[in-house]
């Protein structure tokens, strides 16, 4: 057996080698944007269907069968020599946030492409299928659907998405027809796999923080995916003339809002797992010589599990309604979004973690803050997820996002160890 594919699995042969190849790939993944300046790919657009076939391109070389479902998700095969054998499942998204970065998402694609292409070269089969899926859409950027893509795959798509409009007015199933998917809700729901024929789902995923970085460790284990609440609230004051109403008589829209964002930074700051979030801040009709009359706002509160979240969530409203009582304003809140946080399985942590330790990097289990496909596929089958180091300061969503080649590396050596000790 060649060294650069040990037998065992193990680590001791040193570098797959791979790190350059997905390096040059999310670069030339990068190439297919909607706008020019910048890394933009909103789901089914030009760039993101030209992406998609590069993607399926590197598939079929690496010795897969691959197919566009009714979504738009890239899906490649690696066959087990057995047609009944269970499926193990990874990949991630390869649509991104407005300027984002090049590695969000699309490491855990392009990392499992290479590693399979290997395998493939030295003619080597697993006993099990593996499928590689490149979800279609994550972030939400063009319909604010996100999870649309791996949504389908568990069987909770939302047929009301399929009405969603676009900026330019485009709905959702004409964008799908356009691109010459179905764009039908029985096409999507046929897309939904059965729990039984899954061994498990692992998502490789840049960590997207700086936790790593910090601890000057390459990877880590993930132990748990932040369920997420999100509301917008406003606050309703009254608008008056900014030179003649005294400080004492003001319903100050504005400033109501800036005291419940600092009680929001409080609070969140209790627990360690715990954020708080007041992203969006919109004065309604502001002008400078006016107070606020009305003020909206965003409210995004995450937390390693749902107790801490929900308790966090009730102490915030109450808190936000005490301060517009006290100052003599109006508050209204509107849940937009709530995800249950998705913990991993243990018996999966514990084989990613023996595996990150053969290669040399110290166990180290950390909680994930942002949001994965990883948790829609929880719903169905057991999860886990390996995190590669971010440099930049862990900075993400962001086109200075980056990550060491000798990362990757480490990374598609763990990846390798996994699938030859996963035992479906």
Request: charged residues 20%; negative net charge; contains cysteine.
């Amino acid at each position: 057996m060649s060294e650069s594919v040990p037998a065992d699995g193990g680590a001791s042969a040193g570098s797959l080698g791979l790190g350059a190849q997905i390096l040059d790939w999310a670069d030339q993944l990068a190439g297919h944007s909607d706008q020019a300046n910048s890394l933009t790919v909103a789901y089914l657009t030009r760039a993101h269907q030209t992406a998609a076939a590069e993607i399926a391109g590197w598939m079929i070389e690496a010795g897969m069968q691959v197919e566009i479902d009714a979504v738009g998700n890239v899906v490649g095969r690696y066959s087990a020599q057995d047609p009944a054998a269970k499926v193990l499942l990874t990949g991630s998204h390869f649509d991104t946030v407005r300027n984002g970065g090049k590695y969000d998402g699309r490491l855990g694609i392009l990392l499992p492409i290479a590693v399979v292409k290997r395998l493939h070269e030295h003619g080597i089969r697993l006993p099990f299928h593996l499928d590689v899926i490149a979800f279609a859409e994550e972030e939400g950027l063009r319909f604010q659907s996100s999870f649309l893509a791996s949504s389908a795959l568990v069987g909770a798509f939302d047929p009301a998405w399929l009405d969603a409009l676009d900026d330019d007015g485009v709905s959702m199933r004409d964008a799908m027809r356009a691109a010459g998917l179905p764009g039908t809700e029985e096409a999507i729901r046929a897309l939904r796999r059965d729990p039984a024929r899954i061994a498990a789902f692992i998502e490789i995923h840049i960590e997207q923080g700086p936790v790593l970085l910090e601890r000057g460790l390459a990877l880590g284990v993930v132990t748990s995916i932040a369920g997420s609440v999100r509301m917008t609230a406003s606050v309703i004051g009254q608008a008056s003339h900014a030179g003649t109403t005294p400080m004492t008589m003001r319903r100050d829209a504005a400033a109501a809002a800036a005291e419940m964002t600092l009680a929001i930074e409080s609070r969140c700051a209790q627990a360690p797992s715990l954020v708080g979030t007041v992203g969006m801040l919109n004065v309604v009709n502001g002008a400078s010589n006016v107070v606020p009359g009305r003020c909206d706002f965003s409210i995004d509160i995450r937390a390693a599990d749902d107790a801490t979240r929900d308790e966090a969530v009730v102490d915030v409203l109450r808190v936000c309604e005490a301060i517009a009582q006290r100052r003599g304003v109006a508050m209204s809140f509107a849940r937009t979004m709530a995800v249950p946080s998705a913990p991993c399985a243990e018996p999966l942590m514990d084989l990613l973690a023996a595996c990150v330790e053969r290669v040399g990097v110290p166990h180290f289990r950390l909680p994930s803050g942002a949001l994965h496909d990883a948790m829609m596929l929880s719903r169905i089958t057991n999860t886990c997820m390996l995190f590669v180091r971010c440099g930049n300061g862990g900075i993400s969503h962001n086109p200075a996002e980056t990550v060491a080649v000798e990362d990757v590396d480490l990374a598609g050596l763990v990846f390798l160890d996994f699938l030859r000790n996963f035992r479906a």
